[in-house]
């Protein structure tokens, strides 16, 4: 960078010189910057609170390994989108080596379960369906073959790490997979298979089942039970039952829990805390639990990421305590802190959750310009949140109606996402317009369509995506942007800040939304001292704060603005 500066210190001087001729209030002209280089990218600590997250269905996003394409013998024909396409944990490898989410700014990856699921096929009234989406478990202890191996597993987490990724982990503690003709139901004592819940108090919402055939896991139960002789034989026939039944006499004298159903899963989740250093859990269905069930599991994760950390201190990221998200199903910031069951509110935030899913971001930015969505988001985050975050979202795998079903706002999306207060999470494709609607499926099959890597090579496709890669970018380097108070600066041009003061950490920026293309003046509002020189991380232009304020000559009409640092 030291070639770059010489011409811009002597430009400086010149115009220093040449300004005792020049009216006062003239601001100093803008230099170029490589477009390609994110100038502060990792300067600051990983801060949850601001992340982008990046959530993927493995057999949908890449196939890096063909030969586990059919395993299982998987072979009935299926609705179409229903059954395995062919991805694995090899191609999400694949695309972090090469630098697609770093690109792309992204900091977590959220991967759906990849635990072994149900061999058999379902029919739930829109096809034959194989449980390629991972949330219909058949034994919690491996990996499902369709996805890879624990090999895989824990070769993605290191490779991730490499890059400052976290990896999320997706848990289903609420339920096994439905039963079929090859996967037969669980004892009595583990699970019950009605009555389906009907959602109207607390009780008709927990111990209940989600859907017919789908045989919920009695968390409630704090009765020691013996495992499934199905899943006894099944560790038999593969070599491994000694092993695990060691590992679970373990695990059980260690924290002194009883051997109940929700004991024993917990058991099974938190080995991959324990053995491959994940980060942090998505947890799914999360009201259809008793929220003292997650203070459990929590407390086993952070116990066992504190073990993982002592064991591979060498491979350690930061301070970082282990993360759990939650899918709350229906909960927004209007509620609070709280879910109301209609008898009852439960605050599942003080239950071990750090975040939850917020599902009515997609009717703020609908509904609101963006100062207000803005001022909304980061006035929660620092009143009745504080402590704690939010997951925002414009699609995901199973919302039907999100909030570009149709993929005609996809600048607008980016925008709105990646700079609204709280954490981000891209759905994959969302950065490409993967298109939402698709032909001939039924169901949630039509969210869930393959990522076209080709839809690359087209020049509106990569334009979309440079504008989601400078966001994210500038929200992974900045985590004043999600976590960071929200100020706005002025309407008309409309520019606003964010400061991010906590723990030792300190960061600021400046944005600017929907300006005028060509030159334009920046009102910096005191945020940065007089003589700072900033960069706007959007075209990749240098300035310098002249009068409070900074001009920027660029054919874009967003403006990201933060202190070039002088070791970049």
């Not at 929200?486 to 600017?512: A, C, E, M």
Request: glycine share 8%.
């Amino acid at each position: 960078m030291n070639n770059i500066l010489k011409p811009i210190i002597l430009l400086f001087l010149c115009l220093s010189i040449a300004c005792k001729n020049k009216p006062k209030e003239e601001i100093p002209k803008t230099t170029k910057t490589h477009k390609e280089e994110s100038p502060v990218s990792g300067t600051l600590p990983f801060i949850w609170e601001g992340s982008n997250i990046y959530f993927l269905l493995t057999d949908r996003f890449k196939n890096g390994e063909a030969t586990n394409d059919k395993t299982l013998d998987r072979t009935k024909k299926t609705g179409k989108l229903r059954g395995f396409e062919g991805g694995d944990i090899k191609g999400i490898i694949q695309k972090i080596e090469d630098g697609y989410f770093n690109d792309l700014g992204i900091n977590v990856i959220w991967l759906n379960p990849v635990v072994e699921q149900i061999h058999g096929v379902v029919n739930e009234g829109t096809g034959d369906t194989y449980p390629f989406h991972g949330y219909w478990t058949k034994d919690w202890t491996k990996i499902d073959p369709n996805y890879g191996n624990e090999k895989d597993l824990k070769h993605l987490v290191e490779v991730a790490h490499t890059k400052g990724i976290r990896i999320l982990m997706d848990v289903v503690m609420n339920h096994t997979g439905p039963v079929t003709d090859r996967d037969p139901v669980w004892p009595d004592d583990w699970v019950r298979t009605s009555p389906q819940c009907k959602y109207k108090d607390y009780e008709s919402t927990v111990a209940c089942t989600l859907v017919k055939n789908l045989p919920d896991i009695k968390t409630e139960s704090n009765q020691n039970v013996k495992l499934p002789k199905t899943l006894l034989d099944k560790w038999k026939t593969e070599g491994r039952l000694e092993i695990e039944l060691s590992e679970i006499d373990i695990f059980f004298t260690k924290t002194g829990l009883k051997r109940s159903p929700k004991n024993y899963i917990i058991k099974w989740l938190t080995d991959y805390v324990r053995e491959l250093g994940i980060d942090g859990y998505r947890v799914d269905t999360v009201k259809h639990v008793e929220e003292t069930s997650w203070s459990i599991l929590a407390e086993q994760a952070q116990l066992a990421f504190t073990e993982w950390k002592l064991k591979n201190p060498d491979k350690v990221l930061d301070d970082n305590k282990f993360y759990i998200l939650g899918e709350l199903y229906g909960y927004g910031i209007d509620a609070k802190r709280y879910y109301n069951f209609g008898n009852r509110k439960v605050d599942f935030f003080a239950y071990g959750f750090d975040s939850m899913i917020n599902f009515q971001f997609k009717y703020d930015a609908t509904q609101n310009n963006y100062e207000d969505l803005f001022g909304k988001y980061s006035k929660a985050l620092y009143t009745f949140l504080i402590g704690k975050g939010i997951v925002n979202y414009i699609s995901s795998h199973d919302d039907g109606k999100p909030f570009d079903l149709n993929r005609s706002k996809t600048y607008e999306s980016a925008t709105k996402l990646l700079l609204s207060p709280g954490i981000s999470q891209i759905y994959y494709g969302d950065e490409i317009a993967r298109p939402l609607i698709i032909e001939d499926t039924k169901g949630d099959a039509s969210l869930r369509s393959n990522m076209d890597w080709e839809t690359l090579n087209n020049d509106d496709t990569k334009e979309l995506l440079s504008h989601w890669q400078k966001l994210g970018r500038f929200r992974r380097d900045h985590p004043s942007v999600g976590a960071g108070k929200h100020k706005i600066i002025s309407k008309k041009p409309y520019l606003f800040s964010r400061k991010y003061t906590k723990n030792g950490i300190s960061d600021k920026v400046v944005i600017g939304l929907d300006l005028l293309k060509g030159e334009k003046k920046i009102k910096i509002n005191s945020v940065f001292p007089e003589g700072t020189v900033l960069i706007d991380q959007y075209s990749g232009i240098e300035t310098k704060v002249f009068k409070d304020s900074v001009m920027i000559n660029s054919n874009y009409e967003t403006v990201l603005l933060a202190q070039k640092l002088a070791n970049k």
